[in-house]
């Protein structure tokens, strides 16, 4: 019988943050050197406890005097006085101004005891050898003059708990001579991978065995950093539940928050929330969201707990949506303020899954610089969406769809975050990979050749790459291209030279998928080979064992073949080339770069194009 756990009374978005909130994760308050204490938040009020600055001093170069002796004085009728000496920053005066006399001084210099203003140097001159100064203009009592505790006063209000410490206030804790500064603690957290499938990069990797490289330990853990958190990282445990137990109880030991990513699901070999039931406190499990659904709140011990989905952008966005908000407060920082912006949905987006959802969504600006927005949704194991995707934008459960030309909000995954100077769709190449290295930060969705037209016509991105047979939009302008040898790559000990030898031969291949232009030409090639035989090309793609077997990268079927796992697959001389594969040529292709004929004008379409022409 099985013991698989099901999603049961979904909680709600508002639910599940009202249960976050519950939880406790702030660290206690600590000291921590001046030096240290740059972008951390103060724990408590620090109170000035001495003058600054602590004397009068000069706030310019000139003469110190008694104010009164200058009334008067002007540029026809100047008043004389004698000089009795010079006091300069850092020394203590040895002499005093009496009626009648100056005192040259630097700008901050002490003040020397009688002066109350001083003369700034331009409109003075002094005469009788430098025994005396000539004063061309009246001052009053305290020009120039800087006095004692005018910055801030000994007894007074510096600096306030939660004040975030940046340069300025870091100079103001020095002027008072704060050498060590109360700060609020950086909240700890402990990262969990979980999966008997992982394995961390750098290591090994047997993808045979089904294994893949961790990816929400490191993501996590810059996240964390970013909300302002101490990640500390664990090593991933595997599907067992006493290795389980162990690692988080040692986490929760040493962190104020525990994250774990994956074993959150319905399975009956995900045992992470029968530990937290077991060892701590289930709160929460499940949420009425996409993605994240299968997300875990409780606590372990005396440290709060989050189990995040195992897919990296659902345990991103689950963090960012509902963990991010606590690890802030804990540490003391503000919301960031600029990290939402408002764009036009580029095309409808149709949704009725009756759950929240955060749509990963990226941006592009359209020939006259209005902001667009377009979902970027590979589904939630696919790891470059992370990148791929500038924001999220929250749709209501009750939404059915987002009409072309709506006006959405995003939720940008940084503050940082600005669209794309280049924007292209369509087939993937390895000279068109040299080409984007050209360009300043270029966005390209290597979807294929009849998405990318397709995606064209609806005027989503500024350029389209195509190759083989294919009907351009009508109003795409032709910005130029290249031509590519495809064919077919070979393993050694396959003897197969043509196209009908594959045909022919017991072979195992391995083909591009039907929106790739190099699927379309090999499909052509079937064409002209069934009517040269008198037969359809469904004949000939039923005999060749893996026609049906698709990869959407160009290197893909080349590194089956490496790899030993097929006999044959479509791809390109270069690629044959660049992995020392046997290469048997089935002919030359055409690419073409098609622009939307409104961008055509953008700077990065124009660095692209001037790119191209130097092909």
């Known amino acids: 019988m099985s013991d698989r756990r099901e999603f049961r009374d979904l909680a709600s978005p508002a639910e599940a943050r009202e249960i976050l909130a ?4 702030a660290p206690d308050p600590e000291r921590v050197p001046l030096a240290e204490a740059r972008d951390r938040v103060l724990a408590e009020r620090i109170d000035a406890e001495l003058d600054v600055p602590g004397f009068d001093r000069a706030s310019m170069d000139g003469y110190a005097v008694r104010a009164a002796d200058t009334f008067g004085a002007d540029e026809a009728d100047p008043t004389t006085l004698s000089l009795a000496g010079a006091v300069h920053a850092g020394e203590e005066p040895a002499v005093a101004v009496e009626s009648g006399t100056a005192v040259e001084v630097s700008t901050g210099a002490v003040m020397p005891e009688g002066a109350d203003a001083v003369v700034v140097v331009e409109r003075t001159t002094e005469v009788d050898g430098g025994d005396a100064v000539e004063v061309r203009t009246a001052v009053a009592p305290g020009d120039s003059v800087m006095l004692a505790g005018a910055d801030i006063a000994a007894g007074a209000r510096a600096l306030g708990p939660g004040t975030p410490l940046t340069a300025r206030e870091i100079g103001l804790l020095s002027a008072l001579g704060v050498d060590e500064v109360p700060v609020r603690g ?3 957290v402990g990262i969990v991978s979980t999966g008997d499938e992982l394995v961390r990069p750098g290591d090994s990797l047997d993808s045979g065995a089904g294994e893949i490289y961790d990816v929400n330990s490191y993501t996590l853990a810059a996240a964390v950093a970013e909300a302002g958190g101490d990640p500390v990282l664990y090593p991933h445990a595997g599907d067992d539940y006493a290795e389980m137990e162990r ?3 040692e986490a929760a030991d040493e962190c104020d928050l525990v994250l774990s990513s994956g074993s959150t699901s319905a399975s009956a070999v995900d045992v992470i929330y029968r530990v937290i039931e077991d060892r701590g406190e289930l709160l929460l499990h499940g949420v009425a969201v996409k993605p994240g659904k299968p997300m875990l709140v409780g606590t372990v011990g005396e440290s709060a707990y989050v189990g995040l989905p195992g897919y990296p952008i659902s345990a991103l966005t689950i963090f960012r949506v509902f963990v991010a908000p606590l690890v802030r407060e804990a540490a003391g920082r503000e919301e960031p303020s600029t990290a939402t912006v408002t764009g036009e949905m580029a095309v409808t987006e149709r949704y009725a899954e009756g759950r929240q959802r955060f749509m990963p969504v990226g941006l592009v600006e359209d020939g006259d610089g209005a902001l667009l927005v377009y979902p970027v949704d590979k589904g939630s194991g696919a790891t470059t969406t992370l990148v791929d995707a500038d924001g999220t934008v929250t749709v209501p459960a009750d939404t059915d769809y987002i009409a072309e030309g709506e006006a959405v909000e995003v939720d ?12 292209g769709v369509g087939e993937d190449d390895p000279t068109l990979s040299e080409l984007l290295d050209t360009v300043d930060r270029p966005r390209y969705l290597p979807l294929g050749t009849v998405e990318g037209v397709r995606r064209l016509a609806a005027g989503t991105p500024d350029l389209a790459v195509v190759a083989g047979p294919s009907d351009p939009p009508e109003n795409a302008v032709e910005l130029g291209g290249w031509d590519r040898d495809w064919g077919l790559v070979v393993a050694p000990d396959a003897d197969v030279d043509s196209l009908a030898a594959l045909v022919d ?12 232009g190099l699927r379309r030409s090999f499909d052509d090639a079937l064409d002209a080979l069934a009517t040269e035989r008198d037969t359809d090309r469904t004949a000939l793609s039923d005999a060749v064992d893996g026609y049906d077997l698709t990869t959407k990268a160009h290197e893909s079927p080349a590194r089956k073949v490496l790899g030993g796992r097929a006999d044959a697959g479509l791809a390109l001389r270069s690629t044959a080339e660049k992995l020392g594969l046997e290469y048997v040529s089935l002919g030359s292709q055409r690419v073409r770069v098609l622009a939307n004929p409104d961008r055509t004008e953008k700077p990065g379409v124009r660095a692209f194009e001037r790119a191209l022409d130097g092909l």
């Open 412 to 423: 940008l995954f940084s503050p940082d975050v600005r669209p794309p100077t280049l924007l």
């Open 22 to 25: 519950g939880l406790d994760l």
């Open 247 to 249: 690692l988080l109880h």
């Open 186 to 188: 950086t909240p700890t």
């Open 505 to 516: 031969g017991d072979y195992r291949f391995v083909n591009r998928d039907t929106g790739s």
